[in-house]
């Protein structure tokens, strides 16, 4: 990593243990300095599997609000009126995810399906705008639990489906 300051550059490596098998923090996280700006990148396989683990574990958490273990005042910003409402807003949720889910796993080619990868593609740059406006939305939230947790996740979403988009 390169940082300037007042016309002098200076690298900073940080030391790892020699077990991880990288010898700086910028090899193992593949960090190149562009000018004024820092690339970092995520690979590709790393934000798949992202994408599967936390849409699994999100589907998981809509089956809990469906069968109120988990209250559903704490989803959709905190403006759910009723018990029928989230039904229908949760049963929408778990089948959105579960689509998701298996086009993240139809472009990785965990599930082999005669479907193109333009296809495929074009339903992650779609995620990738979904989970930007979910993210914002979460930013409004009336439920500060939603706000906290959920912010940030579908943040992440965003980045890996941008990712896992790009080539």
Same mark, same amino acid.
């Given at each position: ?21 990288? /010898?700086?923090? /910028? ?11 820092? =690339?970092?990148?995520?690979?590709? /396989? ?43 807003? =949760? ?31 074009? !339903? ?21 639990? =939603?706000? !906290? !947790? ?18």
């Amino acid at each position: 990593m390169v940082a300037t300051h007042q016309n002098h550059h200076y690298l900073i490596q940080h030391k790892l243990p020699n077990s991880c098998g990288y /010898e700086t923090l /910028e090899e193992t996280l593949d960090i190149k300095p562009q000018g004024a700006k820092l =690339e970092i990148s995520i690979p590709k /396989e790393f934000a798949i599997n992202g994408l599967l683990v936390i849409l699994s574990i999100v589907v998981i958490f809509h089956l809990l609000v469906l069968t109120s273990i988990i209250p559903y005042q704490i989803v959709w910003g905190g403006r759910l009126q009723d018990a029928s409402q989230m039904m229908m807003f =949760e049963t929408v949720s778990i089948a959105l995810n579960l689509f998701m889910l298996a086009a993240v796993a139809v472009h990785a080619r965990h599930i082999k399906i005669s479907i193109s990868p333009v296809v495929t593609t074009v !339903i992650l740059w779609i995620m990738f705008v979904l989970f930007l406006i979910n993210t914002v939305g979460n930013l409004f939230s009336n439920n500060q639990l =939603e706000k !906290i !947790i959920f912010t940030p996740l579908t943040f992440l979403l965003a980045v890996f489906s941008l990712r896992a988009a790009l080539k």
